[in-house]
């Protein structure tokens, strides 16, 4: 089950999966797909991760994508582990991702492994504004702003998930890939970012809101 | 081979004449391989170095004897205890240790020029076999003692180490072993370990033990741990004697237990604790007031079951079923640390059943017999970790590293084919789809394996090692920083500020976490909420449980306290006594619930696994079962429905089962991690920075969940499944037990609760049946704090 919440003047719906979707504007958002991390992990010389993170990714993209029928999707930044990555994406992950953005108005939003333009089609920007509200990789103290970069993470009985960090001003996004670690939302960079009485919303199963705090 | 004369001399003017076994080393020194059973303090370690020391009288150039122990502390003992003789007599002969502790200078030093004998453990020799300069120092090597051989081949460090021997005789092919060890239940297994020709050597195994079980007034308590309630007679015992040893079976229950034995220690008399979650400093002072003569009792745990000299121990107390009669041997073994004189010890049981078990272990001990699970095949994570180390200390040609690989015990059977799935695990990953041809850890050049990129070394080296510690974190006086002690981090997290745990024997308060450590204050006050920190669950061994069978099945138990006597005579009254060749299944209601008690006696790992099984079983039966609680003995269930008959107790059915449930289970996920650290696909340190529990642990699962859905055949995912198994799930008693009861398994329908199931109720630990219930519970908890934050 969504959880709908209003952030200044549009409806959103933070889906379980981890992805944000506005339906009066059609549009999905997803943070920190870091595909090719097992990749360029290989290629420093450390383990061998099983490489499939970027299938596994693909295909939950691919479901989102088909159950909210959006048209437009925004990747708020670190979408590749590194522009080598974005570079030397597996063919058959390269197809399937250009098959998810055939017919939708697409943009990569730079992040800080990702800086700077990406070899794959879409447009590339550093922050975007749609209808009221922002879009960059790092929250900033712009009000209506929605971000990324910390994958934040919290802690239920019987389930600790990346979450969903909300309050009247801004949203902070959990990472949407498949290998990437978390930041308790206990942590202070993150607790100076929100508000006193902010929400983390828990993905999984179903989303699960409890106060951030 | 003859003692030289300036060592004889000095033995002479000490007084000591050396032991029968001793001398036998000697006639033996030329043999390729001995393994010496010898009880404790009858001068094994010294029998195992006498060859070496009669060899480097006349003096030898480079690394002669390689001394192997599973502990650091025993090196640098066993290097004061070496160097009197060695002095006194005068010998040219240079003697070093070598272990995690030691500088780094001193390490580099070792290695250009080495000492002519060479104390270390598994894991420094891992280390410097991975170095190119290895083959070198190795070259001249002449004989390699391995200490307290039985610890090593319990566990993977064991199969590590025999990898190393193989790799040893390779640079060094007229290398012998010595293996040395006091309690071995089966000699001639452990001597094949050691090596394919290895000789048994068996030493007079001196007078039994003095050994009773302690029956205070006060009976134990129905289930539990612990052992309170024998806390008044157990002082009683400490007053009357020089040193006692009271061992415990976790840290846990060791920390509860010294905290109560202050709260009733009157006579103030000293008492320390010991056990391995306590910081190091801590440790080494208790260790040097018990050496000192400044104590009266220790309270300790596994830690102090090996190795050292503790002074003048004469009375060890086991509080607890001890679980396995081998390590009963061992902890009676440090009392009375002197040849030809019994070692006396005390059982203290510390429920009602565990009184049967004591006295089990008891008749075990007198009757000469030891228990243990034969040892498996070398286990293939750690021959991937192998690989990739001899791939730090050079290129190496595939055919001669198999060749050499199957000279190590372990690894005798190991099929080319299985070598070669390792060998591409740690080259590509291994992985279906062929993802790291460019960046493959191994490749070929001019025919041998070679690291591709040779900084990795750095990194693997790191790495080493197959002990996978549960993550810990320091805890700390906040604001004054020296350490207590650790906590495990799954406990950590459990902890708000305020909450109170025991640490040390003092009750502390958690304030906050600050840089990975636990910050607390002292809170004297207050009753401490359990620290659950990592006390190894024994399960109690096949052996044992037999022998308890076996008693249950007496007429009459005149030898039992009456209390106990009386239990199982009114529990064969209303129900039955547990018989070996037949399994009983009591139903009966009670608390308006349905009740199923399973007397398996397979331990708590089997007993665990098949409350899962059977639940899961009774759940597609429409049954309702609610939860259940294992323990050694018994699974007890509860639920909505009785079960009608046993067809569910049928090997293929349960095995199904096993498939489906196994393969999502935790206990599977912590295998996996485990396989995965030793194996090399997780690292543990990367370049100083080590990589924190939380982290590790999430992404392992990640890991694990990733390659089933991707790429089930995995090797890693073949190799977790086979140590599962065989490890925590244990199905292996589950099998052994259906195989051997067969057909006669009677399920008693009774109008209530049997004697024997009642205890069963107080235990800790239920097994809640999940389903939707962990989804609604992390529902309602969100909507409560939801609720009281005033948002909703």
């Known amino acids: ?213 | 081979m003859h003692l030289p004369p300036a060592l004889t001399t000095w033995f002479d003017a000490q007084g000591w004449t050396l032991h029968p076994h001793q001398l036998a080393m000697l006639d033996r020194a030329h043999d390729p391989a001995t393994l010496l059973i010898a009880p404790t303090g009858g001068g094994k370690t010294l029998a195992g170095f006498l060859p070496s020391l009669t060899e480097l009288a006349g003096g030898y150039q480079g690394l002669h004897t390689l001394y192997i122990s599973p502990l650091k502390a025993l090196t640098a003992d066993i290097r004061r205890n070496l160097r009197r003789p060695v002095e006194g007599a005068g010998l040219p002969i240079r003697i070093e240790d070598r272990t995690g502790d030691t500088s780094y200078t001193q390490r580099r030093r070792q290695r250009a020029d080495p000492p002519h004998i060479l104390l270390t453990t598994p894991e420094s020799l891992a280390l410097l076999l991975t170095y190119p300069d290895a083959a070198k120092t190795f070259a001249g090597l002449q004989r390699v003692i391995i200490d307290e051989i039985h610890a090593l081949a319990e566990s993977k460090r064991g199969d590590q180490l025999m990898l190393q021997l193989a790799r040893l005789e390779t640079l060094s092919p007229n290398l012998r072993r010595i293996g040395l060890s006091a309690t071995v239940e089966d000699p001639p297994a452990l001597a094949r370990f050691l090596s394919s020709k290895a000789q048994v050597l068996l030493a007079d195994p001196g007078p039994d033990p003095d050994i009773q079980m302690l029956v205070p007034d006060v009976p134990p308590p129905w289930a539990g741990g612990g052992g309170k309630y024998a806390i008044p007679a157990i002082l009683e015992q400490v007053k009357a004697h020089r040193i006692t040893l009271i061992f415990h079976n976790t840290r846990a229950q060791a920390e509860i237990f010294f905290h109560n034995l202050w709260l009733a220690n009157e006579d103030a008399l000293p008492i320390g604790i010991h056990h391995g979650s306590l910081s190091r400093e801590q440790r080494e002072r208790v260790e040097a007031a018990m050496v000192a003569g400044q104590l009266r009792a220790v309270v300790c745990t596994g830690s102090l079951d090996l190795g050292l000299d503790w002074g003048d121990v004469d009375l060890v107390i086991q509080v607890g079923a001890p679980k396995n009669i081998k390590r009963l041997v061992q902890r009676i073994g440090r009392a009375n640390h002197r040849y030809n004189a019994p070692s006396k010890a005390l059982l203290v049981p510390a429920n009602r059943f565990e009184v049967v078990e004591c006295q089990a272990a008891l008749e075990a001990v007198m009757a000469h017999t030891l228990d243990g699970e034969p040892r498996g095949t070398g286990p293939r994570d750690v021959l991937c970790q192998h690989i990739l180390a001899s791939a730090c200390a050079g290129p190496f040609d595939g055919n001669a590293l198999y060749a050499e690989v199957i000279t190590a015990g372990p690894y005798a059977t190991l099929t080319r084919r299985d070598f070669d799935a390792c060998l591409d695990f740690v080259a590509t990953g291994g992985y279906a789809l062929r993802a790291y041809d460019r960046w493959q850890r191994l490749m070929i050049r001019e025919g041998k394996w070679t690291l591709r990129d040779p900084r990795a070394a750095a990194v693997i080296r790191q790495n080493l090692g197959t002990i996978i510690d549960i993550e810990t974190l320091k805890v700390a006086l906040k604001g004054r920083g020296a350490p207590l002690g650790e906590i495990e981090e799954s406990f950590a997290a459990t902890l708000t500020p305020g909450d109170t745990f025991l640490m040390g024997g003092e009750v502390v308060r958690f304030s906050g976490l600050r840089d990975l450590t636990v910050e607390v204050t002292r809170d004297p006050g207050r009753a401490p909420k359990v620290a659950v920190f990592n006390g190894t669950k024994f399960a109690t061994s096949t052996e044992l449980s037999d022998r308890i069978l076996r008693i249950l099945q007496q007429p009459n138990w005149p030898e039992l306290p009456s209390h106990t006597a009386q239990w199982l005579t009114h529990q064969r009254e209303v129900s039955r006594l547990p018989h070996p060749d037949r399994l009983l299944v009591e139903s009966f209601p009670h608390d308006g619930r349905e009740h199923l008690c399973i007397y398996g006696f397979a331990g708590r790992n089997a007993q665990q696994t098949l409350g899962l099984l059977v639940t899961k079983e009774m759940e597609a039966l429409g049954l309702d079962p609610l939860g259940f609680v294992a323990t050694d003995y018994a699974t007890l269930i509860w639920g909505l429905e009785p079960l009608q008959d046993t067809a569910l107790f049928n090997k293929a059915r349960l095995q199904d089962g096993l498939e489906t449930w196994l393969a999502g289970n935790a206990v599977m996920k912590r295998t996996f991690r485990n396989t995965a650290t030793i194996a090399g696909l997780i690292e543990r340190n990367n370049q100083g920075r080590r990589t924190t529990g939380r982290q590790a642990t999430f992404s392992s699962d990640i890991l694990y969940d990733t390659l089933r859905r991707f790429d089930p055949d995995h090797l890693l995912l073949a190799i977790t499944r086979e140590e599962a198994l065989r490890g925590l799930v244990d199905f292996g008693r589950i099998e052994a037990l259906l195989d051997r009861v067969g057909p006669r398994i009677d399920l008693l329908r009774l109008p209530k609760i049997t004697p024997l199931a009642a205890p069963l109720m107080l235990e800790p630990g239920v097994v809640p049946i999940q389903g939707k219930g962990r989804e609604r519970l992390a529902s309602d908890a969100a909507r409560q704090l939801l609720r009281d934050a005033g948002l909703a």
């Open chain 1, 1 to 213: 089950m969504p959880y709908l919440f209003p952030l200044g003047p549009a409806q959103l719906q933070a889906l379980p999966s981890g992805a944000l979707f506005w339906a009066d504007q059609s549009l999905l958002v997803v943070s920190d797909l870091h595909f090719g991390k097992s990749d360029r992990l290989a290629r420093r010389g450390g383990a061998l991760l099983p490489p499939y993170e970027t299938r596994a990714t693909l295909m939950k993209l691919d479901r989102d994508l088909t159950t909210t029928g959006a048209r437009r999707v925004i990747c708020l930044g670190d979408s590749f582990d590194d522009l080598t990555a974005a570079g030397e994406m597996a063919e058959d992950d390269s197809l399937w991702l250009t098959r998810l953005m055939a017919g939708r108005d697409w943009t990569w939003i730079e992040g800080n492994h990702d800086a700077g333009p990406v070899s794959v089609g879409g447009t590339h920007l550093a922050v975007l504004r749609v209808a009221g509200l922002t879009f960059r990789h790092i929250a900033s103290p712009e009000p209506h702003e929605i971000s990324g970069h910390y994958h934040p993470k919290a802690r239920l009985p019987g389930r600790t998930a990346p979450c969903f960090l909300m309050d009247a001003a801004r949203v902070i996004m959990p990472a949407y890939g498949a290998y990437t670690g978390g930041l308790s939302c206990d942590d202070p960079d993150l607790q100076a970012l929100m508000q006193p009485r902010a929400l983390a919303v828990l993905t999984g199963a179903t989303c699960l809101a409890r106060p951030m705090r």
